[in-house]
């Protein structure tokens, strides 16, 4: 099956400063996406981002699809955005129609 | 409803014992997903339900656990006979339609075998 790999695996930073998460998958995809997990546990979705490039406040992604990535950006860290970003994809081969997760990234944002 | 809707939101149970989880879809989704996340890992996928389509199961770890979904909206997840490695969180998510919309989870059942 697809195979998801994101990095860096923890990533430690001060408030005020810009980060980039990387996905790499290994096959087409129909679906990517970018999850927060919040200290609580909720996964909240932040992009819905096959292809192209999209923008939310100080949070941007770009996935360029024919090689097999995507970015996440974090500009401005605030000690709010602490917390596992996932990456998750749905392969393109017919009848996956499950979203295959990344093992995260652990964001901490010191004040 | 608004969102994904789970209950109960916490669950502590003696090994041996089985328990149900439930989950109820944004109305008029389609397909609803079960996954696991064990204590500081990823999401693990467990069985995923589209309209009448017979459900992909291949994440089911064991025949001890077993879902399903009544009417093509609320799902129940069983688990039988619980070990202490069940002990995770279960997330449902659900979305409209088919591949290529977007999926939301609700907020999880957090279960703790003892």
């Known amino acids: 099956g697809i195979q998801v790999e994101q990095s860096p695996p923890d990533l430690i930073l001060q408030e005020g400063a810009n980060s980039t998460l990387r996905c790499n998958f290994s096959d087409s995809v129909n679906n990517l996406q970018w999850f927060h997990q919040n200290p609580w546990g909720q996964l909240i979705n932040l992009f819905y981002i096959p292809s192209g490039t999209k923008q939310n406040g100080r949070l941007s992604a770009t996935t360029v699809a024919t090689e097999r990535y995507s970015l996440l950006y974090i500009s401005s860290s605030q000690t709010t955005d602490s917390g596992v970003y996932f990456c998750?994809?749905?392969?393109?081969?017919?009848?996956?129609?499950?979203?295959?997760f990344g093992q995260g990234t652990r964001l901490t944002i010191n004040p | 409803g608004a969102g994904v809707s789970q209950s109960p939101s916490n669950k502590v149970t003696e090994k041996g014992k089985d328990v149900e989880l439930r989950c109820d879809p944004i109305s008029g989704h389609t397909a609803l997903y079960w996954y696991r996340q064990s204590l500081g890992q990823g999401l693990e996928f467990l069985i995923y339900f589209q309209g009448n389509s017979a459900p992909d199961k291949s994440g089911l770890p064991s025949d001890r656990f077993s879902a399903e979904r009544t009417g093509g909206s609320v799902s129940t997840l069983t688990i039988q006979r619980t070990q202490q490695e069940d002990s995770a969180v279960y997330l449902c998510a659900s979305r409209r339609g088919g591949s290529g919309n977007t999926i939301y989870f609700g907020e999880g059942s957090w279960l703790t075998v003892v």
């Open positions: 998750a994809v749905e392969g393109a081969i017919q009848g996956a129609q499950k979203l295959v």
